[in-house]
């Protein structure tokens, strides 16, 4: 880039350039020839066009064979999970971590995940460290059944240090009208059924990261008998992803709507998809959670109310299903290699002024 004549001096040394100001043209365009492997790998028989357009292309007259599609979008990122992902120098699974954020909103209407866009923001572009991270998105695409159809990579020095990033997504999904799940499916006498979470999945970082280091004073790379593995690993556990899961039940077992478990706790996320009249009682009994959710407790000495309406406690996807689909849903579940069970049932809401409660003690 060269700079115009102004009618003064020139400083001293040569002119102003987009590289002198710390952004690395080059770079970036080394970091989307290392990714396009990787987005390749997403591709569904709907997407137009590669990687390298200004916009993504999908072929919406796949939505035809739908009498009344609905299209579902959402947007998300993955919190101060990245720091955890920067001091280990590990960026290949905060995709999986994205991805599971954005699409498993989608599919608590009953929507499949169609594809997805990201927004990668860095200090500085590392070629390498862009691609692993573009590898973590594409990976779990694939495990979503969804394309990645395209992203921006934003390098802004000054503003970030060489070494920090965040990451975003958005995603869109379709839906037939009469296939919609919500809150006006959902009848008295209905199970609940909970679908084990990998871990902390991407939410309730910032009380995690206070805990494990400012109060107890851990690193990452301590062994953790608990865990089996170190604290840094546990911590970057990638989030699960549920999509294609939900979407298989649905085709088995009658399904009322489901609830993605993830900031503000189980009984939070739950009570946005219960109807006015209605409660979900959830027993805690049914499940033991995590060694990580119990370690972050003791260790923070943080009461238990605290901790579950910011964590998720073991569950991160919930389904509401009648009774009469209970067995076949888990039986689907259980193929699926989804560790699931009845956690709790839809009563009456009577005296209870919230949407969902827990009730009773975690097994040990």
Same mark, same amino acid.
């Given at each position: 880039?060269?700079?115009?004549?102004? @009618?003064?001096?020139?400083?001293?040394?040569?002119?102003?350039?987009?590289? *002198?100001?710390?952004?690395?043209?080059?770079? #970036?365009?080394?970091?989307?020839?290392?990714?396009?492997?990787?987005?390749?790998?997403?591709?569904? $028989? &709907?997407?137009?066009?590669?990687?390298?357009?200004?916009?993504?292309?999908?072929?919406?007259?796949?939505?035809?064979?739908?009498?009344?599609?609905?299209?579902?979008? %959402?947007?998300?990122?993955?919190?101060?999970?990245?720091?955890?992902?920067?001091?280990?120098?590990?960026?290949?699974?905060?995709?999986?971590?994205?991805?599971?954020?954005?699409?498993?909103?989608?599919?608590?209407?009953?929507?499949?995940?169609?594809?997805?866009?990201?927004?990668?923001?860095?200090?500085?572009?590392?070629?390498?460290?862009?691609?692993? =991270?573009?590898?973590?998105?594409?990976?779990g695409c694939v495990l979503a059944g969804c394309a990645l159809v395209g992203g921006e990579t934003a390098e802004h020095p000054g503003l970030l240090g060489e070494d920090d990033f965040d990451v975003a997504g958005a995603g869109t999904g379709v839906v037939e009208y009469d296939r919609l799940?919500?809150?006006?499916? +959902?009848?008295?006498?209905?199970?609940?059924?909970?679908?084990?979470?990998?871990?902390?999945?991407?939410?309730?970082?910032?009380?995690?990261?206070?805990?494990?280091?400012?109060?107890? @004073?851990?690193?990452?790379?301590?062994?953790? &008998?608990?865990?089996?593995?170190?604290? #840094?690993?546990?911590?970057?556990? $990638?989030?699960? =992803?549920?999509?294609?899961?939900?979407?298989?039940?649905?085709?088995? %077992?009658?399904?009322?709507?489901?609830?993605? +478990?993830?900031?503000?706790?189980?009984?939070?996320?739950?009570?946005?998809? =219960? $109807?006015?009249?209605?409660?979900?009682?959830?027993?805690?009994?049914?499940?033991?959670?995590?060694?990580?959710?119990?370690?972050?407790?003791? *260790?923070?000495?943080?009461?238990?109310?605290?901790?579950?309406?910011?964590?998720?406690?073991?569950?991160?996807?919930?389904?509401?299903?009648?009774?009469?689909?209970?067995?076949?849903?888990?039986?689907?579940?259980?193929?699926?290699?989804?560790d699931a069970w009845v956690a709790g049932e839809i009563t009456e809401r009577g005296d209870h002024t919230s949407g969902a409660t827990l009730t009773g003690d975690y097994a040990k």
């Amino acid at each position: 880039m060269s700079a115009e004549s102004s @009618g003064r001096a020139p400083h001293a040394g040569t002119g102003a350039s987009y590289a *002198a100001a710390g952004v690395d043209i080059e770079a #970036g365009d080394r970091a989307v020839e290392l990714m396009k492997e990787w987005v390749k790998k997403t591709k569904r $028989p &709907e997407v137009l066009g590669g990687l390298g357009g200004f916009a993504g292309l999908f072929d919406a007259s796949a939505l035809k064979r739908y009498e009344r599609p609905l299209l579902a979008s %959402a947007t998300d990122g993955v919190g101060t999970k990245v720091d955890l992902a920067r001091k280990m120098g590990v960026y290949d699974t905060i995709g999986h971590d994205l991805v599971g954020m954005v699409v498993d909103d989608l599919v608590v209407c009953g929507a499949e995940p169609l594809f997805m866009t990201d927004y990668i923001c860095v200090g500085k572009v590392h070629p390498e460290r862009v691609a692993a =991270i573009v590898k973590g998105i594409a990976e779990g695409c694939v495990l979503a059944g969804c394309a990645l159809v395209g992203g921006e990579t934003a390098e802004h020095p000054g503003l970030l240090g060489e070494d920090d990033f965040d990451v975003a997504g958005a995603g869109t999904g379709v839906v037939e009208y009469d296939r919609l799940l919500g809150a006006d499916r +959902i009848r008295k006498g209905d199970a609940v059924i909970a679908m084990a979470s990998s871990g902390l999945h991407s939410n309730g970082y910032s009380l995690v990261r206070h805990v494990v280091f400012d109060r107890a @004073g851990w690193a990452l790379d301590r062994e953790v &008998e608990e865990f089996g593995r170190t604290l #840094g690993e546990e911590l970057l556990e $990638p989030t699960k =992803i549920y999509s294609l899961d939900c979407l298989a039940l649905t085709r088995t %077992a009658e399904v009322h709507a489901f609830s993605h +478990i993830t900031g503000g706790g189980l009984a939070n996320n739950l009570a946005r998809v =219960i $109807p006015d009249s209605l409660h979900a009682a959830v027993d805690r009994s049914t499940w033991t959670p995590g060694a990580v959710f119990d370690l972050v407790g003791k *260790a923070g000495q943080v009461e238990r109310l605290e901790l579950e309406k910011t964590l998720n406690m073991g569950v991160g996807m919930m389904a509401v299903v009648p009774e009469a689909s209970v067995d076949v849903a888990l039986e689907t579940l259980a193929d699926r290699g989804v560790d699931a069970w009845v956690a709790g049932e839809i009563t009456e809401r009577g005296d209870h002024t919230s949407g969902a409660t827990l009730t009773g003690d975690y097994a040990k």
